[in-house]
């Protein structure tokens, strides 16, 4: 069954940096593209960025020059370094596939809270 766990959210101020990990089980991870997508509240979960099993990654415009997703294979682990951050980053960040595989369910996410 697989399994998604993220984690290195918390509080920050605006220009500020976190980094967030996410570990996955269950999955084929050196073969799958991972991805980060986050939920502010009251809205939909967007798409961040992903990454592919080669290492080529794509961002979404909104984080473009600011976000840099990388991943260990080894350690089934991928990674959201988040640099200048605004207070519109605030959310839930989740992990998962690229595009989505319906039997991965999502994780319980980490808070992302920028303070202004």
């Known amino acids: 069954q697989a399994q998604l766990v993220e984690s290195g959210g918390g509080l920050v101020q605006a220009g500020g940096s976190l980094r967030l990990s996410c570990v996955a089980s269950?999955?084929?991870?050196?073969?799958?593209?991972m991805g980060w997508y986050r939920q502010a509240p009251g809205k939909q979960r967007d798409y961040v960025a992903h990454i592919t099993a080669g290492g080529t990654t794509n961002y979404a415009d909104s984080v473009k020059g600011r976000f840099t997703i990388s991943r260990d294979s080894a350690k089934n682990t991928v990674y959201l370094q988040m640099n200048s951050l605004k207070p519109e980053d605030t959310a839930v960040y989740y992990c998962?596939?690229?595009?989505?595989?319906?039997?991965?369910?999502w994780g319980q996410g980490t808070q992302v809270t920028v303070s202004s």
């Open positions: 998962n596939t690229y595009p989505r595989i319906p039997n991965v369910s």
């Open positions: 269950g999955i084929s991870f050196r073969i799958s593209n």
